[in-house]
């Protein structure tokens, strides 16, 4: 088992900065692929980014591609998903995610373990 625990969130003003962090614990990361999810009220979880194990290639939302990074420490075991140029449709509890053996990894359901989330809020 996985236990994730992500921090970081806040309110920021549109076009600030704010850096999530993810830690795991239980287990280690290094061989997980990990994500970002978020989900805005009213609406349903929606992928943000993703990170493979080995490799560390990337993949993004095309919503955030160009303004987010992912990138992961498994030294300290933990993912981070740094957002720049953040727009008031950021605004969303952000969830981290781990373990995407298979299938559609832009579904939530391709994923085995979660965070419990940390709000973003970006006004205008």
């Known amino acids: 088992q996985v236990q994730l625990v992500e921090s970081g969130g806040g309110l920021v003003q549109a076009g600030g900065s704010l850096r999530l962090s993810c830690a795991a614990s239980?287990?280690?990361?290094?061989?997980?692929?990990m994500g970002w999810f978020r989900q805005a009220p009213g609406k349903e979880r929606e992928f943000a980014a993703r990170?493979?194990?080995?490799?560390?290639?990337?993949y993004y939302a095309d919503s955030v591609k160009g303004r987010f990074t992912i990138s992961r420490d498994n030294a300290k075991n933990t993912v981070y998903l740094q957002m720049n140029s953040l727009k008031p449709e950021d605004t969303a509890v952000y969830y981290c995610?781990?373990?995407?053996?298979?299938?559609?990894?832009?579904?939530?359901?391709?994923?085995?373990?979660w965070g419990q989330g940390t709000q973003v809020t970006v006004s205008s």
């Open positions: 995610t781990a373990d995407s053996p298979g299938g559609d990894f832009y579904n939530t359901d391709a994923w085995n373990y």
């Open positions: 990170i493979n194990w080995g490799t560390s290639r990337t």
């Open positions: 239980g287990r280690s990361i290094s061989t997980y692929a």
